[in-house]
């Protein structure tokens, strides 16, 4: 076939992309099959169906396309765009991690200059910008599955390699979501597996900080993920089959407030056991957690999730009590204010959050009872004025003047006590 043209499409290859905008996925299947459809035609703006695909936001299209052989890096786009770009902006991270899968780069840039990782950031879609900036190709792992040189067997067994590169690839940086994840897959809850895991992850350190051009973010997770999996090993050694008492001792909490001081103290550790101390990510880190004390903000896993993964803790977001997961949509049905993504993370963390969960009208009463309440406010003749003024507005068209003031003296809270203080003579 000819080198696709932009504009230059068929009839089939028109009605491929109008299917495309509909998604389904069965009658694109059909067309494809047909030798007068080329898979990377570009339409009049010099998209390419892979391209409407990941911007449409279908993931079965997405995978078709690719197994029939779509240019993932094709970008002869107007503004030079790309199916990675496309996908990113898309804001579906299944797509993006499809895309990379299949080797899109991630440095190719439009017409102004932007990555992918850029244009979804600027949009907003920063599980998109994670999911891009954590990207390890499968690939490099897969290397230790084969016997190098001299060697006999494998550095990693290729039976590992699936299980261990889904830790790799995960954005939450969670020590009970990693153990989790090895809890998932069986063949690796075994003292001679996780040996030979940790190990990798630091030979792949190693390479991280000595290559050309030194990459101390990846370097500094694989250490963390070969931390937690030694962890886990040693866990084994001490007769605990199911890794169940390591998740618990993460999830422990302390009695005054809740607050989980081990998972702190593990995640430091690993910190300080970088063995490459030269590090400037390494200084940064030490010098955000150092001065704060255990239990205050911000924590030591808070700072290692932005420096690797660059996300940062938006107050509007719901995070699972347990594992950490974003987007934890599960209440308890007691207090209202511990959130889960599952009811599995709900029971692992009863044991200690039972010990500070009360009903949510208790808690709303301690809240009022903390309030400073508008009748004190009125024993103080500096603020009589104030309410004086407010109260004016009262019942009248301006009545929402009222209100917003009356919410505004609720909620000065009082220094020192029942009184003012007015200042010298």
């Known amino acids: ?7 230059d499409v068929s009839a089939s290859e028109r009605k491929l992309l109008q299917i495309i905008a509909a998604g389904d996925v069965q009658e694109a299947a059909e ?5 007068d459809v080329r898979v990377n ?3 009049e703006y010099g998209m390419t169906p892979l391209m409407h695909a990941a911007y449409k936001g279908t993931a079965d299209l997405c995978c078709l396309l690719l197994q029939h052989g779509a240019d993932v890096n094709c970008n002869q786009h107007e503004f030079g765009y790309t199916a990675l770009m496309f996908a990113a902006l898309s804001g579906k ?3 993006t991690s499809m895309m990379l899968d299949a080797g899109a780069e991630t440095d190719l840039v439009n017409s102004v200059g932007r990555t992918a990782a850029q244009m979804a950031a600027f949009v907003g879609q920063h599980d998109c910008v994670t999911v891009i900036n954590n990207f390890f190709s499968r690939a490099r792992l897969e290397y230790y599955t084969r016997p190098q040189g001299l060697e006999t067997e494998p550095k990693l067994p290729p039976r590992l390699a699936g299980p261990l590169h889904k830790i790799i690839m995960t954005t939450n940086l969670n020590p009970v979501k990693m153990v989790l994840l090895v809890k998932e897959h069986p063949m690796m809850i075994d003292a001679v597996a996780l040996e030979k895991c940790y190990q990798v992850m630091d030979l792949l350190c190693e390479q991280c900080v000595k290559q050309q051009d030194m990459n101390e973010v990846l370097a500094m997770k694989m250490h963390y993920i070969s931390c937690v999996l030694q962890k886990c090993l040693a866990s084994l050694h001490k007769r605990d089959d199911k890794l169940d008492d390591l998740i618990k001792m993460l999830l422990k909490g302390r009695d005054s407030d809740g607050f989980p001081q081990y998972q702190e103290k593990f995640i430091r550790d690993c910190i300080r ?8 990510l390494l200084q940064q880190l030490v010098r955000s957690i150092a001065p704060v004390e255990i239990g205050n903000e911000p924590t030591a896993f808070s700072v290692l999730t932005q420096a690797l993964t660059g996300q940062m803790a938006f107050v509007d977001a719901d995070y699972c009590a347990t594992c950490g997961e974003r987007g934890a949509d599960k209440k308890c049905s007691l207090c209202k204010l511990a959130k889960y993504c599952s009811l599995t993370c709900q029971k692992l963390h009863w044991f200690t959050h039972k010990k ?5 009208h208790v808690h709303s009463a301690e809240l009022q009872a903390d309030a400073p309440q508008l009748k004190e406010l009125k024993a103080i003749p500096s603020f009589n004025y104030l309410i004086g003024f407010t109260q004016k507005f009262h019942r009248t068209e301006y009545s929402w003047v009222y209100l917003l003031m009356t919410i505004f003296l609720s909620n000065i809270k009082l220094g020192g006590g029942s009184s003012v203080s007015r200042g010298p003579a």
Do not use: H, N, Q, W
């Open 1 to 7: 076939m000819s080198v696709p043209e932009k504009g």
């Open 31 to 35: 067309l494809l099959a047909s030798e």
């Open 41 to 43: 035609c570009l339409d």
């Open 93 to 95: 991270t299944d797509i």
């Open 273 to 280: 056991k970088f063995p490459y101390c030269e590090a400037t």
């Open 356 to 360: 500070m969960c009360r009903p949510v």
